[in-house]
């Protein structure tokens, strides 16, 4: 969310209208860092599940809690940076 934001700004900012996959690519990495994190983090997660003998559902609800909510919020912010970024307003083109 942090690259595909920052690159937003900078774009709206400079009046820079970025093309379908500049706009669309940082959103792109924003999910493959994601999904890297998320990798990651399993391995330890599985170790406390078997430590903690969790039931399913109480496995279920900490990865949706802790991984999907919190993973569609970011590619839901991204994807609105990346719209906006690449908005054009014919409106005020035309005064």
Do not use: N, Y
């Not at 003998?53 to 900490?62: F, H, K, S």
């Amino acid at each position: 969310m942090l690259v595909s934001r920052t690159l937003a700004k900078r774009r709206i900012a400079a009046g820079i209208r970025p093309g379908w996959l500049a706009a669309w690519g940082p959103v792109a990495l924003d999910a493959a860092c994601l999904v890297a994190v998320f990798v990651l983090a399993f391995g330890p997660f599985r170790g406390l599940i078997a430590a903690l003998e969790m039931p399913r559902g109480a496995v279920i609800a900490a990865l949706v809690a802790l991984g999907f909510i919190p993973m569609q919020g970011v590619l839901i912010v991204s994807s609105l940076w990346a719209a906006r970024s690449r908005w054009h307003d014919r409106e005020a083109e035309h005064g």
